[in-house]
C-alpha cells in the first residue's frame, strides 16, 4: 500500500487539519459514534473547502489508497472510517445559509441535524430528518432519509433542491432537477456511492406551530396497542406523524421517577398544529385502546423532539441494528414483535417502526433512487447497550428480532439502518433501481473509489 507520506507531500495547499497516529487528538478523531467500530486509518483529513476535498480525492486515487467519507460519524455499520485508508472527515464544513424568504437554506456537507434544526427553527421552519439531531446531514440525506416529518413533507431527499458534488475525478458540480440530472437522481436514496457532497440546499417547511412527546402503555398490552396503531396510523390526517416502539422508560427527566426502566410499548408523536387539532387527530386510536401509562404530548419547538433521544442514545455505545421495509403487519408479526419487544437485554434496546405513507407517496419510486415508496413502514431493530460487555447479547437480540419478521417483510431495508450485510442486501434495498444506479456509478465513479458505503457496484 502507498504511504500516507506520499499523500501528505501531494497535499501542501491542503487548508484544514491533517490528523495522524500518534497526534494527540487521534483518538478521539477516529472514534465514531457506535462504538463496535475500532478501526484506524492511516490519515484523518478535515478540509474547510471544496478545493481541500478534491485534493484529498485526487491524491488517495492516485495512491490507490482507501477512502471513507465521514459526516456525523453516526453511520451504524462504520461507514464513516476504515483501517489504513483516508478518512475525509467533513466536519469542518459547516456552514449554514439561511433564506426565510425564499424558503430554503444551504447548509455544509459536514453538518449535523441539530445545528441545522437551531438556524432554521429561529424561522419557525424545518428540513424533514431523522429523530437524533447528532446524526449528519449527509448520511441521513443521501440514504434517504426518514424521520418524524415524514407524512408531512416526505423524505429528506423529497425536500433536496440540488447539492455539489466533488466527484471521483476531483471535478466539483452542482446536482440538480436542471444540471447533472442523473446524478441528482441518484444521491436521491444512493448513499455515498457517486461523490463527496459538500454542501446541499433543501426546501424549509413550517412547522411554527408543533406538538410532540411519547404515549407509553404497559408492555403487556403492546399486541393491543400495536394492532389499534397499524390500523389507525395511515387514516390519519399527514399532520400527525408517530412511529411504534418497544422499550423501557429512560431513567430520568421528564419522565416520572415511578416509570423509570419500565417496560413499555408506545407511540412517539408529532403535529403539526394546534392542542385541539393533535387531541382530534389522535382520538379515533386513543379513545380505543386502554388509558396510557403516560401521554406526553405537548407543545414544543421542533428541535426538542429532534433532540429528545441524544442523552438516552450518546456517541460511544456498542450499537448492532437490523431494518426491514414493511407493507403489511399481519397478526401473527406482532405476535413476534410482542415477543421480543417484551424481553430486552438492556434498557437502551429498542424497535422502532416509523410509517412511510402520506407525503412519501406521493412520490413515484423511480422518481428517485429510493425506490421502496410503495412500502407504509420502516422498522429498525436496534441493539444498544453502554458496556462492551453488552455487544455479544444486543447483536443477537437484533439478529433474532429480525430474521423471525424478515418473511413478513417487503424485502429490502432503509440503507441507514443497515449493517454490513452484503451485496445481495444492497440489491434487493434498490429493487428495480439498482441497474440504473449501476449505471450512473459506472459514470461518475468507474473505478469504484467511494466503495466505503452499502456499495453499489459499476456496471462494466
Same mark, same amino acid.
Given at each position: ?86 478518512? *475525509? ?33 429561529? =424561522?419557525?421552519? !424545518? ?74 440546499? #433543501?426546501? *424549509? ?6 406538538? !410532540? ?12 396497542? #400495536? ?27 421528564? #419522565?416520572?421517577?415511578?416509570? =423509570? ?50 442523552? *438516552? ?38 424497535? =422502532? ?15 428517485? !433512487? ?22 455479544? !447479547? ?48 459506472? =459514470? ?17
Amino acid at each position: 500500500m502507498t504511504s500516507t507520506g506520499t499523500i501528505e507531500s501531494e497535499l501542501e495547499d491542503f487548508s484544514g487539519d491533517l490528523i495522524r497516529p500518534g497526534s494527540p487528538e487521534y483518538e478521539a478523531a477516529r472514534r465514531v459514534y457506535n462504538a463496535m467500530i475500532d478501526k484506524s486509518p492511516s490519515l484523518i483529513a478535515r478540509p474547510r473547502t471544496e478545493d481541500d476535498v478534491a485534493l484529498v480525492v485526487n491524491s488517495t486515487r492516485r495512491n490507490g489508497l482507501l477512502l471513507a467519507i465521514r459526516g456525523g460519524g453516526h453511520n451504524g455499520g462504520g461507514l464513516g472510517t476504515c483501517d489504513d485508508g483516508v478518512v *475525509l472527515d467533513l466536519s469542518a464544513m459547516n456552514s449554514i445559509e439561511v433564506d426565510p424568504s425564499g424558503k430554503k437554506v444551504t447548509v455544509g456537507g459536514g453538518c449535523t441535524w441539530g445545528q441545522v434544526d437551531k438556524a432554521t427553527g429561529e =424561522h419557525g421552519m !424545518a428540513v424533514p430528518s431523522g429523530i437524533i439531531s447528532t446524526t449528519g446531514v449527509g448520511g441521513l440525506t443521501l440514504g434517504g432519509g426518514l424521520g418524524h416529518l415524514t407524512r408531512a413533507y416526505g423524505l429528506t431527499i423529497d425536500n433536496l433542491l440540488g447539492a455539489d458534488v466533488t466527484l471521483a475525478d476531483g471535478r466539483k458540480v452542482r446536482a440538480s432537477a436542471d444540471e447533472e440530472p442523473d446524478l441528482f437522481w441518484a444521491i436521491r436514496g444512493g448513499g455515498g456511492n457517486f461523490g463527496v457532497v459538500t454542501s446541499f440546499t #433543501f426546501k *424549509l417547511n413550517d412547522v411554527s406551530r408543533f406538538l !410532540a412527546g411519547p404515549t407509553f402503555w404497559p408492555v403487556d398490552q403492546g399486541d393491543e396497542v #400495536f394492532k389499534a396503531y397499524r390500523d389507525f396510523i395511515g387514516q390519519a390526517p399527514r399532520e400527525l406523524n408517530g412511529f411504534f416502539m418497544y422499550g423501557q422508560v429512560p431513567p430520568a427527566p421528564p #419522565f416520572p421517577e415511578e416509570l =423509570h426502566l419500565r417496560p413499555v410499548c408506545g407511540v412517539v408523536w408529532n403535529y403539526l398544529g394546534d392542542e385541539d387539532g393533535a387531541k382530534a387527530a389522535m382520538a379515533p386510536m386513543l379513545d380505543n385502546v386502554p388509558e396510557p401509562l403516560l401521554h406526553g404530548v405537548a407543545p414544543m419547538p421542533h428541535s426538542a423532539i429532534q433532540g429528545a433521544f441524544d442523552g *438516552l442514545y450518546p456517541k460511544g455505545q456498542q450499537w448492532y441494528w437490523r431494518a426491514d421495509f414493511v407493507n403489511e403487519i399481519p397478526d401473527a408479526a406482532i405476535d413476534i414483535h410482542q415477543q421480543y419487544g417484551s424481553d430486552l437485554p438492556t434498557f437502551q434496546c429498542t424497535m =422502532h417502526m416509523y410509517p412511510i405513507d402520506g407525503a412519501a407517496h406521493d412520490v413515484g419510486s423511480t422518481d428517485t !433512487a429510493w425506490a421502496y415508496r410503495d412500502a407504509n413502514w420502516g422498522s429498525v431493530f436496534a441493539g444498544v447497550g453502554a458496556e462492551p460487555s453488552d455487544a455479544e !447479547a444486543v447483536k443477537k437480540w437484533s439478529i433474532d428480532y429480525f430474521e423471525a419478521l424478515h418473511p413478513y417483510s417487503a424485502g429490502g431495508a432503509y440503507v441507514n439502518m443497515m449493517m454490513d450485510e452484503g451485496e445481495d442486501r444492497v440489491r434487493a434495498s434498490y429493487r428495480d433501481n439498482y441497474p440504473r444506479l449501476a449505471q450512473i456509478k459506472q =459514470h461518475y465513479d468507474p473505478d469504484n473509489l467511494f466503495r466505503v458505503n452499502q456499495n453499489i457496484k459499476p456496471q462494466r
